[in-house]
């Protein structure tokens, strides 16, 4: 199994809502990515686990909460989200001792 | 400070001909450099990955070339089909930096048309 797969394809919420974008992959990978993409745009870091330990947040405001249960699987939960949050959410794996980077098929995020 | 540009920011060209995408990159330390085919709405897809020490690599009609004294890197796609309309991303990485750190160009977004 080369996937990472990623659900829902497609989510639509209002401000005030409570969502999360889950990620999957069997590949014994034990990093994990979370990354934003607007439009016509480079993917943009968001966090990064390794070995289900949150090592790298870019910053992220706190409407955005990373979750990393085990090694397969990664969340990314969402509480008052703005419309600029709009965008593609992409999840990615990869071995920690590589840096190829395998690319789920995104969440396509729209705040009401 | 580490960038990776990409040119031309569009293409449009028809079907069965051939292009060349180009990335030219100030990564420092240099680990490898890959090009990425992103659909639409969808996660990008790696075409091919190149190291310090690799001139081309070739997947299929996809063909990557890499100076890595100049810097830059290229992608010809040869005998185009309309499914290779996407945005081509050249992606770079640090030796030595700390996980998850790639450089990103901005793409090179390819129409082909019948």
């Known amino acids: 199994d080369t996937e990472v797969t990623q659900t829902p394809k497609h989510l639509v919420m209002g401000m005030t809502n409570k969502k999360s974008l889950k990620c999957e992959q069997h590949?014994?990978?034990?990093?994990m990515y979370w990354y934003k993409q607007k439009a016509k745009k480079p993917p943009e870091l968001m966090f990064v686990?390794?070995?289900?330990?949150?090592?790298i947040n870019e910053s992220v405001p706190s409407r955005f909460s990373p979750e990393c249960p085990n090694s397969s699987l990664l969340n990314l939960h969402l509480h008052a989200l703005q419309p600029e949050d709009s965008a593609l959410y992409l999840c990615?794996?990869?071995?920690?001792?590589?840096?190829?980077?395998?690319f789920g098929p995104g969440t396509r995020l729209t705040v009401l | 400070k580490n960038q990776v540009e990409q040119s031309p920011q569009s293409l449009i060209i028809l079907e069965g001909k051939n292009c060349t995408l180009q990335?030219?990159?100030?990564?420092?330390?240099?680990?490898?450099l890959r090009w990425y085919k992103q659909d639409t709405g969808r996660g990008p897809v790696s075409l091919t990955i190149?190291?310090?020490?690799?001139n081309t690599k070739s997947n299929g009609r996809y063909t990557a070339t890499l100076d890595a004294d100049t810097k830059q890197s290229s992608l010809h796609i040869t005998a185009s089909q309309l499914s290779d309309s996407a945005s081509y991303i050249c992606?770079?990485?640090?030796?030595?930096?700390?996980?998850?750190?790639?450089?990103f160009g901005r793409g090179t977004q390819l129409t082909v048309w019948p």
């Open positions: 990335c030219n990159y100030t990564v420092s330390p240099f680990s490898n």
């Open positions: 992606v770079v990485s640090s030796r030595g930096s700390t996980l998850g750190r790639l450089y």
């Open positions: 190149m190291t310090f020490s690799e």
């Open positions: 990615a794996s990869s071995h920690p001792k590589e840096d190829t980077q395998y």
């Open positions: 590949m014994g990978h034990r990093a």
């Open positions: 686990y390794s070995y289900e330990k949150l090592s």
